[in-house]
């Protein structure tokens, strides 16, 4: 089981890897919208703030996300770690009931490009 350091780090790395994008992907993960990503494994919830292509803000919760926030996700830690390192993709991840991403439908839209 994925760690909640090895989690944050994870996190760290997709905001990393957003900001770090060209092209298409810049211009999808430049949206300024509220963030959770509950970890149903940990019991606990990453929030923060997409916001100027990297995921900033984010604090640690434990439990469900205190809040809406704009785009939620749901996995486990392990989830989580395997998406970032390549070794899940999130379409199948997605179909198959292990990642749920709820949001709104322009937001799903735009977000379908780094997804």
Do not use: Y
């Not at 997709?14 to 494994?41: I, P, Q, Y």
């Amino acid at each position: 089981m994925a760690t909640v350091e090895e989690c944050r780090e994870a996190l760290d790395q997709l905001s990393r890897n957003m900001a770090g994008a060209e092209g298409d992907v810049r211009k999808a993960a430049a949206m300024d919208r509220s963030l959770t990503c509950h970890l149903t494994d940990l019991a606990l919830t990453f929030s923060g703030r997409l916001r100027d292509g990297r995921i900033a803000d984010v604090v640690e919760t434990p439990g469900p996300p205190p809040a809406k926030a704009d785009i939620r996700l749901t996995m486990t830690g392990d989830d989580l770690v395997a998406l970032v390192g390549g070794r899940l993709n999130f379409a199948s991840a997605w179909a198959a009931g292990r990642v749920r991403l709820e949001a709104g439908l322009r937001d799903l839209l735009r977000l379908r490009t780094l997804l």
